[in-house]
């Protein structure tokens, strides 16, 4: 899966969790803080500076200018935009300080807002004008990057762009929040922010900025390549597959942009392009290494044209052949097939590695994705941040997972990573070592058992990740007590390696791996899994309680189910850790300092469900109130955020009550969904997301609670029709697993993918017995027979599944599914990570720990508790009730 950029933005150093980057701290232009008239007024926004005249009203959207610039010139342009505007009273706003703008347009910031240094807001195409003319002259000369969403102003730092001035927002079709305008009809529709320029339909483009247009056009050149279509972007620029013109020799062009994709030194993508064409000329006719072609510039950018290599990136090679990605597992054979495989592959790079080293150049940023293999022989790529004739080199970026500890420098960092990708060939979890160097042994030792691997070979990965050699210990997080991550049915460590851990013992933060014979019992685990959730709790802050994903930071999912304090609660109380009093009560205080936002997952609607679980009716009332169902229609028809959760959670209050109001509001919203599901059910209507939580999966969900409730028969009718619309969008996987078609890849997963849908459709099938639907069950059911997930969360991750799994035995026991079930548990351990001396979990992209519902380590436990006890489950899918139950997770009712 890509990197999502947004999750960078969110890793701030020394933190175990994702946080809000303190741009405040951060040093600022003069301006951020300067005396300014007493008729301006000035506030911030994250990393914003806002400026205007007093009582001035900005129009909601219109045409805006953005200026561009870099850390030479950034604070010579800012005085001249600021003197400018001030005489003509004009608003605008600018990055605070130069580590903001550093940011702004780096390697991995989002391209298609990179370079917007100042946004200068213009009331009318006539004061656009007069705006841009003003500003020309004096501007001349000045660089900045190119700002890729905008259409140039000729050749200087000036922008132009039509959009939102204030925050608005709509769903886009993947039923995402985002940015909006209003267009002719008075809707909101989504404010397009691609790295191309765009105007909306209904807005009419000046003159002036069409002959700009054609001008820019009048600038085309002879190109001595013909691209034929992309390969990669970022924000440095992309990446392409082209055509010599001369010779028709298929070639990979990179493109770099001035002043754009900067590093951690200030060296923009051009720099470091020409340093990629220095290194390959040094490595010329070596084997692996692609034949550059030549170095060139064209319009703004700068071009490298290097040999194209026909194959697949080492990753996506290893997924297509691992039998960790086929449901139910591979033969004896396969399974040797696929080891004779990667082995060959691992030999082969250890040897150009050798060879490259021979020329005097570290690699520096090696990673399967770095790597393409041509037939069986792997070819390396991307050279930008390696070192010519320097044995300490140390590259400035590296992808996570790869990159060697500190102190681990040249040569031997390449080592490092040549371990890491041998292991990732294996167990794709390489990620954890960053976090926790002990991983390194667990993962090796897990590989070679399921492999058969011999011992030469994990020897090789371990002494490549500094554990064959006294080295001195890793800067790592330590423990006041050993973590041991539950497992069964796993054998012990194997004896050297054993002995090489039992050496290190002294490290803490390697003794919870010393071997899984060494494992406590389910419920001891289950207990630490609260105890590292309540050990990260941070009641001093008002933005969160519990640290969790980065979706935190937008509107109220501090507080949600989904992200925030409510879930987590949901989380402890139903797996019998107890109740905080105190945590729900930061929590109450909170509700009241936020703008009421209907939806379960991540609204009031939600939050009212928990609280009247936790056994605070009134509160609940209070807050079901508040959260206006008919508003959950502006955000959706799904369980997320929609009408389905906010009918499930109305239900469940109306039947505990018996409240004749609620029920009116009950009825209200099946009226609506069934209008939603006949508008969606057209031949013609868009792809979905099917799946439990932005799929038809969870209107299904309501109506076939709502048919227990009321026993009406067309309910149970339009959950088999909802169902059906999901399974519309849900294809056959090459092994014969259904799942959800993202148009790119297929996924497997609860809140995305095949058992978000299967996960009701098991529901459904308790009332009727549709053989389609009975034959798309036995599909599903594959989705969660892979050996392997590479996340453990309960969205996108193991614990969606084993939920899935646990409620399919709820329904149905079968000696099947509880192996299966057996076989995920197993498995957990490869996943945990030390938190305070408790077992804790990563959350998306792997980048840092989580402890939120959806995302972290209280999704995990629900996941887990629910395996070993057969309760309590998600709200509204209860497996317990269907099969065993037991006490700790009567704790919540349904």
């Given at each position: 899966?890509?990197?999502?950029?947004?999750?960078?933005?969110?890793?701030?150093?020394?933190?175990?969790?994702?946080?809000?980057?303190?741009?405040?701290?951060?040093?600022?232009?003069?301006?951020?803080?300067?005396?300014?008239?007493?008729?301006?007024?000035?506030?911030?926004?994250?990393?914003?500076?806002?400026?205007?005249?007093?009582?001035?009203?900005?129009?909601?959207?219109?045409?805006?200018?953005?200026?561009?610039?870099?850390?030479?010139?950034?604070?010579?342009?800012?005085?001249?935009?600021?003197?400018?505007?001030?005489?003509?009273?004009?608003?605008?706003k600018?990055?605070?300080?130069?580590?903001?703008?550093?940011?702004?347009n780096?390697?991995?910031?989002?391209?298609?807002?990179?370079?917007?240094?100042?946004?200068?807001?213009?009331?009318?195409?006539?004061q656009?004008?007069?705006?841009?003319?003003?500003?020309?002259?004096?501007?001349?000369?000045?660089?900045?990057?190119?700002?890729?969403?905008?259409?140039?102003?000729?050749?200087?730092?000036?922008?132009?762009?039509?959009?939102?001035?204030?925050?608005?927002?709509?769903?886009?079709?993947?039923?995402?929040?985002?940015?909006?305008?209003?267009?002719?009809?008075?809707?909101?529709?989504?404010?397009?922010?691609?790295?191309?320029?765009?105007?909306?339909d209904?807005?009419?483009?000046?003159?002036f900025?069409?002959?700009?247009?054609?001008?820019?056009?009048a600038?085309?050149?002879d190109?001595?390549?013909?691209?034929?279509?992309?390969?990669?972007?970022?924000?440095?620029g992309?990446?392409?597959?082209a055509?010599?013109?001369?010779?028709?020799?298929?070639?990979?062009?990179?493109?770099?942009?001035?002043?754009?994709?900067?590093?951690?030194?200030?060296?923009?993508?051009?720099?470091?392009?020409?340093?990629?064409?220095?290194?390959?000329?040094?490595?010329?006719?070596?084997?692996?290494?692609?034949?550059?072609?030549?170095?060139?510039?064209?319009?703004?950018?700068?071009?490298?044209?290097?040999?194209?290599i026909?194959?697949?990136?080492?990753?996506?090679?290893?997924?297509?052949?691992?039998?960790?990605?086929?449901?139910g597992?591979?033969?004896?054979?396969?399974?040797?097939?696929?080891?004779?495989?990667?082995?060959?592959?691992a030999?082969?790079?250890?040897?150009?590695?050798?060879?490259?080293?021979?020329?005097?150049?570290?690699?520096?940023?090696?990673?399967?994705?770095?790597?393409?293999?041509?037939?069986?022989?792997?070819?390396?790529?991307?050279?930008?941040?390696?070192?010519?004739?320097?044995p300490?080199?140390?590259?400035?970026?590296?992808?996570?997972?790869?990159?060697?500890?500190?102190?681990?420098?040249?040569?031997?960092?390449?080592?490092?990573?040549?371990?890491?990708?041998?292991?990732?060939?294996?167990l794709?979890?390489?990620?954890?070592?960053?976090?926790?160097?002990?991983?390194?042994v667990?993962?090796?030792?897990?590989?070679?058992?399921?492999?058969?691997?011999?011992?030469?070979?994990?020897?090789?990965?371990?002494?490549g990740m500094?554990?064959g050699?006294?080295?001195?210990?890793?800067?790592?997080?330590?423990?006041?007590?050993p973590?041991?991550?539950?497992?069964?049915?796993?054998?012990?460590?194997?004896?050297?390696?054993?002995?090489?851990?039992?050496?290190?013992?002294?490290?803490?933060?390697?003794?919870?791996?010393?071997?899984?014979?060494?494992?406590?019992?389910?419920?001891?685990s289950?207990?630490?899994?609260?105890?590292?959730?309540?050990?990260?709790?941070?009641?001093?802050?008002?933005?969160?309680?519990?640290?969790?994903?980065?979706?935190?930071?937008?509107g109220?999912?501090?507080?949600?189910?989904?992200?925030?304090?409510?879930?987590?609660?949901?989380?402890?109380?139903?797996?019998?850790?107890?109740?905080?009093?105190?945590?729900?009560?930061?929590?109450?205080?909170?509700?009241?300092?936020?703008?009421?936002?209907?939806?379960?997952?991540?609204?009031?609607?939600?939050?009212?469900?928990?609280?009247?679980?936790?056994?605070?009716?009134?509160?609940?009332?209070?807050?079901?109130?508040?959260?206006?169902?008919?508003?959950?229609?502006?955000?959706?028809?799904?369980?997320?955020?929609?009408?389905?959760?906010?009918?499930?959670?109305?239900?469940?209050?109306?039947?505990?009550?018996?409240?004749?109001?609620?029920?009116?509001?009950?009825?209200?919203?099946?009226?609506?969904?069934?209008?939603?599901?006949?508008?969606?059910?057209?031949?013609?209507?868009?792809?979905?997301?099917?799946?439990?939580?932005?799929?038809?999966?969870?209107?299904?969900?309501?109506?076939?609670?709502?048919h227990?409730?009321?026993?009406?028969?067309?309910a149970?009718?339009?959950?088999?029709?909802?169902?059906?619309?999901?399974?519309?969008?849900?294809?056959?996987?090459?092994?014969?697993?259904?799942?959800?078609d993202?148009?790119?890849?297929?996924?497997?997963?609860?809140?995305?993918?095949?058992?978000?849908?299967?996960?009701?459709?098991?529901?459904?099938?308790?009332?009727?017995?549709?053989?389609?639907?009975l034959?798309?069950?036995?599909?599903?059911?594959?989705?969660?027979?892979?050996?392997?997930?590479?996340?453990?969360?309960?969205?996108?991750?193991?614990?969606?599944?084993?939920?899935?799994?646990?409620?399919?035995?709820?329904?149905?026991?079968?000696?099947?599914?509880?192996?299966?079930?057996?076989?995920?548990?197993?498995?957990?351990?490869?996943?945990?990570?030390?938190?305070?001396?408790?077992?804790?979990?990563?959350?998306?992209?792997?980048?840092?720990?989580?402890?939120?519902?959806?995302?972290?380590?209280?999704?995990?436990?629900?996941?887990?508790?629910?395996?070993?006890?057969?309760?309590?489950?998600?709200?509204?899918?209860?497996?317990?009730?269907?099969?065993t139950?037991?006490?700790?997770?009567?704790?919540?009712?349904?």
């Amino acid at each position: 899966m890509p990197l999502d950029l947004r999750y960078v933005e969110y890793c701030v150093p020394g933190s175990d969790f994702y946080d809000r980057p303190d741009d405040a701290a951060q040093p600022a232009f003069p301006l951020a803080d300067a005396r300014i008239p007493a008729v301006w007024e000035r506030h911030s926004s994250g990393a914003w500076v806002h400026l205007r005249p007093k009582g001035g009203q900005l129009p909601a959207q219109g045409w805006k200018i953005h200026v561009s610039g870099h850390p030479g010139n950034a604070e010579k342009i800012l005085g001249l935009v600021w003197s400018y505007c001030r005489a003509h009273e004009l608003p605008f706003k600018f990055l605070r300080g130069l580590d903001a703008l550093a940011q702004a347009n780096a390697k991995y910031a989002n391209r298609g807002s990179s370079g917007k240094f100042i946004t200068i807001y213009t009331d009318g195409t006539e004061q656009l004008h007069r705006t841009l003319l003003d500003l020309e002259q004096p501007l001349t000369g000045e660089e900045g990057p190119y700002i890729l969403s905008d259409l140039r102003w000729r050749s200087g730092p000036l922008h132009v762009r039509y959009g939102g001035f204030v925050p608005r927002f709509c769903r886009d079709d993947n039923g995402d929040e985002v940015p909006a305008l209003e267009n002719d009809k008075g809707q909101l529709v989504p404010d397009l922010r691609r790295p191309v320029f765009h105007v909306p339909d209904w807005v009419t483009l000046p003159a002036f900025l069409q002959d700009q247009i054609q001008s820019n056009r009048a600038r085309r050149i002879d190109f001595p390549y013909r691209p034929s279509h992309a390969l990669h972007f970022s924000n440095g620029g992309g990446v392409y597959a082209a055509e010599a013109l001369d010779t028709g020799d298929a070639v990979v062009l990179k493109e770099a942009r001035p002043h754009a994709g900067l590093d951690s030194a200030g060296r923009d993508a051009v720099a470091r392009l020409r340093h990629e064409a220095d290194v390959l000329t040094r490595l010329a006719g070596q084997t692996g290494v692609p034949r550059l072609y030549g170095y060139f510039a064209a319009w703004d950018h700068h071009f490298l044209a290097m040999e194209r290599i026909d194959g697949l990136n080492l990753k996506r090679a290893a997924m297509q052949r691992t039998p960790l990605l086929r449901p139910g597992g591979t033969t004896v054979e396969e399974t040797a097939e696929y080891v004779s495989w990667a082995l060959r592959v691992a030999e082969r790079l250890k040897r150009i590695i050798a060879a490259v080293h021979e020329r005097g150049v570290v690699i520096g940023d090696l990673h399967p994705k770095n790597i393409v293999v041509r037939g069986d022989e792997p070819v390396l790529l991307d050279f930008e941040f390696s070192g010519i004739d320097d044995p300490q080199h140390v590259a400035l970026h590296g992808a996570p997972g790869f990159r060697a500890p500190a102190g681990v420098t040249g040569r031997d960092a390449d080592l490092w990573a040549l371990a890491a990708v041998k292991l990732d060939l294996f167990l794709p979890h390489t990620m954890l070592v960053e976090y926790e160097p002990g991983k390194a042994v667990q993962l090796a030792e897990h590989a070679a058992r399921r492999y058969g691997l011999d011992d030469d070979f994990v020897d090789s990965i371990l002494a490549g990740m500094g554990w064959g050699r006294p080295v001195a210990p890793a800067a790592t997080r330590t423990t006041d007590s050993p973590l041991s991550p539950p497992a069964t049915g796993s054998g012990p460590v194997g004896g050297r390696h054993r002995e090489r851990l039992l050496a290190r013992a002294a490290t803490p933060t390697t003794r919870q791996f010393l071997s899984d014979s060494d494992l406590p019992a389910w419920d001891a685990s289950i207990r630490s899994m609260g105890q590292a959730v309540l050990a990260s709790a941070t009641p001093e802050r008002t933005d969160r309680l519990f640290p969790g994903d980065i979706e935190q930071f937008r509107g109220a999912d501090g507080l949600g189910v989904a992200y925030g304090a409510a879930g987590v609660l949901y989380a402890l109380a139903a797996t019998g850790q107890g109740r905080f009093p105190h945590h729900e009560q930061w929590l109450l205080d909170r509700l009241r300092s936020v703008e009421a936002r209907p939806g379960f997952y991540d609204g009031f609607h939600g939050i009212a469900h928990v609280l009247r679980a936790l056994g605070r009716r009134d509160n609940a009332a209070a807050v079901l109130r508040s959260a206006r169902a008919e508003d959950a229609g502006a955000r959706g028809f799904d369980l997320f955020c929609g009408l389905a959760g906010a009918g499930l959670a109305l239900l469940d209050a109306a039947q505990a009550d018996q409240d004749e109001d609620l029920w009116d509001e009950v009825h209200a919203v099946e009226r609506l969904l069934a209008k939603r599901l006949a508008e969606a059910s057209t031949p013609n209507s868009p792809r979905g997301r099917p799946g439990l939580m932005h799929g038809w999966a969870g209107p299904a969900l309501f109506w076939i609670r709502f048919h227990e409730a009321t026993g009406g028969p067309e309910a149970l009718d339009r959950a088999a029709a909802a169902l059906r619309r999901d399974l519309r969008d849900c294809v056959l996987t090459r092994h014969g697993a259904l799942e959800a078609d993202d148009g790119w890849r297929t996924l497997p997963y609860l809140h995305t993918g095949g058992v978000g849908v299967g996960i009701v459709l098991n529901e459904y099938l308790r009332h009727a017995q549709d053989p389609d639907l009975l034959e798309a069950d036995r599909a599903i059911e594959k989705a969660a027979c892979y050996d392997h997930y590479g996340m453990p969360t309960l969205s996108f991750g193991g614990a969606g599944i084993l939920l899935y799994l646990c409620q399919r035995r709820a329904v149905a026991p079968d000696q099947r599914i509880q192996h299966r079930i057996d076989h995920m548990l197993s498995t957990l351990p490869l996943h945990a990570l030390p938190y305070q001396g408790h077992i804790a979990f990563r959350g998306n992209q792997s980048l840092r720990l989580s402890m939120d519902f959806a995302t972290g380590t209280a999704g995990v436990l629900l996941a887990t508790h629910t395996a070993v006890h057969g309760g309590p489950g998600l709200p509204f899918l209860p497996p317990a009730r269907c099969g065993t139950t037991d006490p700790a997770a009567a704790t919540l009712k349904r």
